[in-house]
């Protein structure tokens, strides 16, 4: 007797092209590329310039070149972002013609007093649901929102376990096109995992609390959810996020030492390589999702933080 065929396993790494890769970048791709290829699976990479007034002139070249010299092969051509606003425009279109979308004329000032979610983030008050107040028509930009309405999100976790997110309570009717005209990341991640037929989704754990926005999305679109593995971020000494902000040491040239680095942060079983060849057959061989730490942040390895 023969059953439905499984879906082959499709990972992704998505960086953005605001700075050079760092650890806490390493991290995510090491996860996301062994989680797939321990499956049989594809990997691909995807650059995420949705925010094109953030994105670096050279950054994107200088993060393909250091995920080659790291020994990242993806197995389709990069996609961009940058170059899907129309791919966008079909869904918030579809989303419109459900009644699912309107006009938002508040300012992120306007917004300051709203009240704040567990996660830090404002809560949407729904000032421009009913349509736009009058004192707000004349404005010329405007966002669109998806509505939430009462929807409670739930979803179990590969590696954080059961999550649940009343939408309505916790983030409001949320921004997927912005004032100025370009997609929002939710909406552009949604269009592009369903696109990539993305079937599992391995990144740092502060995305944990966008993934129930993601799922609202692609049930709205009607599109496949992804399974999600949010792996523990790297934090500095004073508990921030590794990040081209908090001024994260760029990946040296030499990749054994970071991959290994990388490798033991995700708790795998201990490797010591001579090559990178040797490196990665090790990886994809001994890939563990049961070893990984079940928290969201582990202090970074000193080698990784800025002098």
């Not at 590329?33 to 050279?58: F, M, Q, T, Y």
């Not at 939430?148 to 059961?162: A, K, N, S, T």
């Not at 944990?208 to 993601?214: F, G, M, N």
Request: net charge positive; proline share 9%.
């Amino acid at each position: 007797m023969s059953g439905a065929a499984r879906a082959p396993t499709v990972g992704r790494f998505a960086p953005s092209p605001t700075g050079p890769l760092h650890f806490g970048s390493l991290v995510a791709a090491l996860a996301s590329c062994c989680d797939a290829r321990a499956a049989g699976g594809r990997w691909l990479v995807r650059i995420e310039d949705v925010d094109e007034p953030r994105s670096v002139p050279g950054a994107e070249r200088g993060i393909l070149d250091t995920l080659v010299r790291y020994g990242f092969a993806a197995d389709e051509p990069v996609v961009r972002q940058s170059d899907r606003g129309a791919r966008y425009g079909s869904a918030l279109a579809a989303l419109d013609a459900l009644g699912l979308v309107y006009p938002c004329a508040c300012t992120r000032r306007e917004l300051d007093t709203a009240p704040l979610a567990p996660t830090g983030e404002r809560v949407y008050p729904g000032t421009c649901r009913h349509g736009i107040p009058a004192g707000r028509a004349s404005r010329a930009q405007r966002s669109i929102r998806l509505r939430v309405d009462d929807e409670v999100v739930e979803f179990v976790d590969r590696l954080q376990g059961p999550q649940r997110q009343d939408l309505a309570r916790d983030v409001g009717d949320f921004v997927v096109r912005r004032a100025d005209g370009l997609a929002a990341y939710q909406l552009a991640v949604v269009v592009d995992d369903a696109d990539q037929r993305v079937t599992h989704v391995v990144r740092g754990a502060d995305l944990l609390a966008s993934t129930p926005r993601q799922i609202h999305l692609q049930r709205a679109l009607r599109v496949p959810t992804p399974s999600y593995l949010h792996v523990p971020v790297a934090v500095n000494a004073s508990g921030g996020k590794l990040s081209k902000q908090t001024l994260a040491r760029a990946l040296p040239d030499d990749p054994l030492p970071a991959l290994v680095a990388a490798w033991r942060f995700l708790g795998q079983p201990d490797v010591e390589p001579a090559t990178l060849a040797e490196f990665w057959t090790h990886a994809i061989a001994a890939w563990s999702p049961a070893r990984l730490p079940p928290v969201k942040a582990l202090p970074a390895p000193r080698s990784a933080l800025a002098v």
